[in-house]
Structure formats: C-alpha cells, structure tokens
C-alpha cells in the first residue's frame, strides 16, 4: 500500500505528502526526494521546498508538463522509500540557560515536576534532527524534545523574542535568527548567529544536520558573544 500521495496547490504547485507524524525517517524521505528533483531539474520547475513529511513542487505551468511532473514525482516517491543519508553537518551550540536570557525556563520545569537544573539537563541531552528550515530566514525546527519538557506555546506571542534565543514549542526546539515577535517558551539564548548574510552560505543549518545544545555560564556567553559581533 502506497505511503505517500501527490495532492495539486492550485495550479502550479504539487505537494508529495507522507506519513502525517514528525519522524526522522519521514522526513529522510521527503529530503530525499527534494534532493534528488533538485539534482534532476525538470523544464518549468521553479522551486522545491521540502518540510517535515512533505515536499512541495513549484512549476510555471505553461512551460511544464503537468503528467510528465506528476509521473516524475510518483517514480521518485516510490523510489526512495527509505530516504536517503545525505551528508549531514553536527553541530554543538552553546547556551546561556534561564534568567533574562531563558526567561520560560522555570514554567518549563515547574510543568515537567523538575527543577530548573534537571529541565536544562533533559534539553541539552539530547542530539535533535534538523527537520526543516522555515518561518524566518535561518530558523530551524529541531525535534524531537524528550516529552517532560514539551510545552505548548504561550497562548499570546511575545512582541519581541531577541536574536539567539532558545525556544520550545511541544516536541520542537529551535533558534531565533532575528528579532521578531514569537509563542515558544523561552529557556535560553546563544551567541551563534544562524542566519548571516555575510557567511558563504547564510543559513548555519540545513535540513537533516544535527544540534546538541551546550550549556554555558553567563560570562562564557558574553565572551562568545563578542568573540561572533567581531
């Protein structure tokens, strides 16, 4: 039985969707897919954007032939049915934890019947799967959290989450690379810039890589944080 189907978004976009689940293995397979289209470009295709379990086909639909596309990406889909590793990058992230710089970090724990200690101990313990990079420029969604420190986002966005920091939103993790206005739960921040535009590459992640965090005392955060500003 097939595990995939190619739904239409309007009229030039096709949507290769899996297994509705945030799972490595889905998304493995929908980054493969995306790699492989990207690798075999086809006439009309204008981008290709995978997500979590799906991947998205952008097309000018006067230049592009809409079966032709749609057998590709059926061939694909079947193809690749385990995904494919890639050459993921790791990543090691420092993080100053709670006070002004986490100021969610202690809601966190007081809902995971923890102390705020043991919260950041759970956090940084694991190895999270890049799944996707969306929302801002640089911004990518982390996962899974161990699920004692899951937490739903605030039911009313801050007007301004400062760049760097460490957020928490149900079994996601993730980087702010801007300032902007935001709902996860704040536990800490970071002095790595994930998106510089003056960077080779300005997206410091990409899709499947890994990220451990790393806790850091306040001074060794400001430290670093002079250390990226020069």
């Given at each position: 039985?097939?595990?995939?189907?190619?739904?239409?978004?309007?009229?030039?976009?096709?949507?290769?969707?899996?297994?509705?689940?945030?799972?490595?293995?889905?998304?493995?397979?929908?980054?493969?897919?995306?790699?492989?289209?990207?690798?075999?470009?086809?006439?009309?295709?204008?981008?290709?954007?995978?997500?979590?379990r799906s991947v998205a086909v952008f097309f000018d639909p006067l230049r592009t032939k809409y079966d032709g596309l749609l057998?590709?990406?059926?061939?694909?889909?079947?193809?690749?049915?385990?995904?494919?590793?890639?050459?993921?990058?790791?990543?090691?992230?420092?993080?100053?934890?709670?006070?002004?710089?986490?100021?969610?970090?202690?809601?966190?724990?007081?809902?995971?019947?923890?102390?705020?200690?043991?919260?950041?101990?759970?956090?940084?313990?694991?190895t999270y799967r890049v799944f996707m990079i969306g929302f801002l420029p640089g911004f990518a969604y982390m996962g899974l959290?161990?699920?004692?420190?899951?937490?739903?986002?605030?039911?009313?966005?801050?007007?301004?989450?400062?760049?760097?920091?460490?957020?928490?939103?149900?079994?996601?993790?993730?980087?702010?690379?801007?300032?902007?206005?935001?709902?996860?739960?704040?536990?800490?921040?970071?002095?790595?810039?994930?998106?510089?535009?003056?960077?080779?590459?300005?997206?410091?992640?990409?899709?499947g890589d890994s990220v451990q965090f790393v806790p850091v005392d306040r001074d060794e955060y400001e430290r670093l944080l002079?250390?990226?500003?020069?």
């Open positions: 039985m097939s595990t995939f189907r190619i739904v239409p978004a309007g009229d030039s976009a096709l949507i290769v969707e899996f297994e509705d689940r945030i799972d490595a293995s889905v998304n493995a397979r929908a980054l493969a897919v995306a790699e492989q289209l990207r690798a075999q470009p086809s006439a009309g295709v204008r981008d290709v954007v995978p997500t979590y057998e590709l990406l059926e061939d694909e889909a079947e193809r690749l049915e385990e995904g494919s590793p890639g050459q993921p990058t790791s990543f090691r992230i420092p993080v100053c934890y709670g006070g002004e710089l986490g100021p969610d970090l202690e809601t966190v724990a007081r809902q995971a019947k923890m102390s705020p200690e043991q919260a950041v101990a759970v956090h940084s313990g694991e959290v161990d699920p004692r420190i899951a937490a739903p986002r605030h039911a009313m966005p801050r007007l301004r989450v400062a760049k760097g920091s460490v957020g928490i939103a149900g079994r996601q993790t993730g980087i702010y690379p801007a300032d902007t206005p935001g709902g996860w739960q704040l536990v800490g921040r970071t002095p790595v810039q994930p998106f510089d535009l003056n960077r080779p590459s300005p997206c410091l992640f990409q899709a002079l250390s990226e500003a020069s």
